[in-house]
Every structure is written in C-alpha cells, then in structure tokens.
Nanobody, 122 residues
Framework: QVQLQESGPGLVKPSQTLYLTCTVS??????????WSWIRQPPGKGLEWIGY???????YYSPSLKSRTSISTDTPKNQFTLQLSSVTPEDTAVYYC??????????????WGQGTQVTVSS
C-alpha cells in the first residue's frame, strides 16, 4: 500500500515562497504509473489540483498558478516537493499530496496524504 506524508511550515508570510515535501512509502517515486500531485482546498471552497510531475519529467500546472509553481522529485529520499512563490492570503488552504492515476482519459486519486494546513499571514 502506498502512503504519502506531507511536511512543511504551517505559517508563511505574504510574498514568501512556500515549500512542502511529500514523503512516499510503499512505491518508488521513479515509477511512471503515478502522476505525483499536489491538491489544495481553501477554506469553504472545493479541491483545486495545483499540478503534477511524472518521474520522466512531464509536468502540469494549473493555469492560474503556473507562473508561481514548481514540482520536483528527490529520488534518493523518495520525495516530491511543491514550491509556490509570492504567496498571498488567498493561498491559505489545506494542501494534500496525492498519487494520481491517469489512463485512457480517466483520472482518479489512488492515494492521499493526510493533508497539512498552510496559513499565509503576516
């Protein structure tokens, strides 16, 4: 069974860069079976797919966040990391890492991390 665990700061100041790390166990980060993803849910709103990275290097970022987002992998540590720059209070949300399967036009989350609250405030 795949397990994912987010880690990172719970509080970030406006204009700073947010770094969140997802540690994966039970599966190698080098597989191309999963789209290693970050998803967030702002308070009172629905889920938003921030983006994904395949180990092969293919990436996707939400158009609304593309200019501020980067997702990278760390093979020795079996981790992937979200970098979100120039944060504002609108980036306050619960952030989830997830392993997403995409096959024949169908997409679904196979495994979720437990989520981590990030608050942007001075």
């Amino acid at each position: 069974q795949v397990q994912l665990q987010e880690s990172g700061p719970g509080l970030v100041k406006p204009s700073q860069t947010l770094y969140l790390t997802c540690t994966v166990s039970g599966e190698s980060i080098t597989t191309n079976y999963y789209y290693w993803s970050w998803i967030r849910q702002p308070p009172g709103k629905g889920l938003e797919w921030i983006g994904y990275r395949l180990y092969s290097g293919s990436t996707y970022y939400s158009p609304s966040l593309k200019s501020r987002t980067s997702i990278s992998t760390d093979t020795p540590k079996n981790q992937f990391t979200l970098q979100l720059s120039s944060v504002t209070p609108e980036d306050t949300a619960v952030y989830y890492c997830a392993s997403v399967v995409g096959r024949y036009g169908s997409w679904y989350v196979d495994y979720w991390g437990q989520g981590t609250q990030v608050t942007v405030s001075s």
